[in-house]
């Protein structure tokens, strides 16, 4: 599987930063413009939410789709693996990170109501996936 | 401000649906894939949430700006006007309006944790908005 993998990854690609959030007392308003802010083309976006609080989810890399991954609440800690190195983030609302392809990421949500919106450059393919994070090791 | 505007919209031309939504013990999962489902190519998105339960926001139209939006959760009421006439929707999560340009638009949260999702196809300008409803009549 790894043979479709453009390039080894590296942790060290992975970019995080914080998006405008705009509250007052009818709420909060985050935004992103593209292309300015956003360092891929999307063409599908996802959004995770109702997660249980100390729930996991993700536990995959991506062969060819990067992701835009931003935390619309709560608080997300973020493992990734690139087969060498591991490296933890933490998003609280406007936090972004920017996963290129072949990233092993998997996602906690601590807080209840914890969410995220992800945008992608690559549509839905089953054979995108990488589940399995031993695969990556192949790569070191 | 109204001679700016393309062409008078009519409340007949907004498209409402609903996308699909995966649902599990992990939460859920709502999904939105361009251009297939998307009818105008995203500048800017900006997500609203933390709205107090029964709080009205919006309360504009804009000039130019069409906008895709989706409800991430709870249950919105959207109150929309065209100068002539009315229409209103209740989203809940998963529900879309596509509003075209000219529409006077007004979203009231029901419910705690009720949330939005906005894809526009056009810059943020203070000058795209018109926020005096009854600036709309002159169009009929």
């Known amino acids: 599987m790894t043979d479709d993998l453009s390039g080894p ?3 060290d690609q992975i970019q995080t930063g914080t998006l405008p ?8 308003l985050g ?29 995959h890399a991506h ?18 693996y690139d087969g060498v190195r591991e490296r ?9 990170l ?3 392809p072949g990233i092993y990421a998997s996602e906690t949500y601590i807080e209840p109501h ?9 549509p839905f393919e089953v054979d995108d996936y990488i589940d399995d994070r031993e695969a990556l090791t192949i790569r070191s």
Chains 1, 2 share one sequence.
Request: net charge positive; charged share 20%.
């Open 9 to 11: 990854a590296s942790v």
């Open 21 to 28: 959030i705009f509250a007052d007392h009818r709420g909060s």
């Open 31 to 59: 935004v992103l413009e593209f292309p300015k802010w956003l360092p891929l083309v999307p063409v599908r976006l996802f959004w995770i939410t109702d997660v249980p609080a100390g729930m996991t989810r993700g536990g």
């Open 63 to 80: 062969k060819r789709c990067a992701q835009f991954m931003i935390c619309q609440g709560g608080r997300i800690h973020v493992d990734t």
């Open 88 to 96: 933890s983030f933490e998003l609280k609302a406007g936090d972004y």
């Open 98 to 100: 920017h996963l290129p």
């Open 114 to 122: 914890s969410r995220a919106l992800v945008l992608c450059d690559y």
